[in-house]
C-alpha cells in the first residue's frame, strides 16, 4: 500500500480537445470573447496545449473526517486518479445514457 498523505481522491479524464484555451463566451451584443485571456488568440494545434482533466464522475474517495467535517468530498490534499475516456462514461444526458446501455451490452456479451 503506497501511503501519499492524500485525504481524497477523484477520478479525472483528459477533455482532449474541449481545452478551456479554445473555449469561447459569449457577451454584450453577442460578441465572442476567450473565455481564458490570455491576451492573444490560441491557435496551436490541442496535442500543443497543456493536459487539462475534468472529473469523470465515476469514482469519490474520501476520508471519512472530510465528508463528516466538511461535507464534502474533496480534501485540502485532494490526489487525481486518470482514467481512460473508454471507462470514464459520465451520464448527464440521454446521449450519454444511451452510451452506458451501448457499453454494458458490449462488455457483457465478452
Known amino acids: 500500500m503506497i501511503r501519499t498523505g492524500a ?8 477533455v482532449g480537445g ?5 473555449m469561447k463566451r459569449i457577451v454584450g451584443e453577442n460578441r465572442l470573447i476567450n473565455y481564458i485571456d490570455q491576451g492573444f488568440e490560441d491557435m496551436r494545434p490541442r496535442q500543443e496545449l497543456p493536459a487539462v482533466y475534468i472529473r469523470s464522475g465515476a469514482l469519490y474517495i ?3 473526517n472530510i465528508v463528516m467535517e466538511r461535507n464534502s468530498l474533496v480534501g ?10 473508454e471507462r470514464a462514461v459520465n451520464i448527464d ?5 444511451v452510451l452506458a446501455e451501448y ?5 457483457g456479451a465478452r
Open 7 to 14: 485525504d481524497s481522491v477523484i477520478s479525472v479524464v483528459d
Open 18 to 22: 474541449v481545452h478551456p484555451f479554445r
Open 62 to 64: 474520501a476520508r471519512r
Open 76 to 85: 485540502q490534499d485532494c490526489r487525481a486518479y486518470i482514467m481512460d475516456e
Open 93 to 97: 444526458t440521454l446521449n450519454e445514457l
Open 103 to 107: 457499453l454494458v451490452g458490449k462488455l
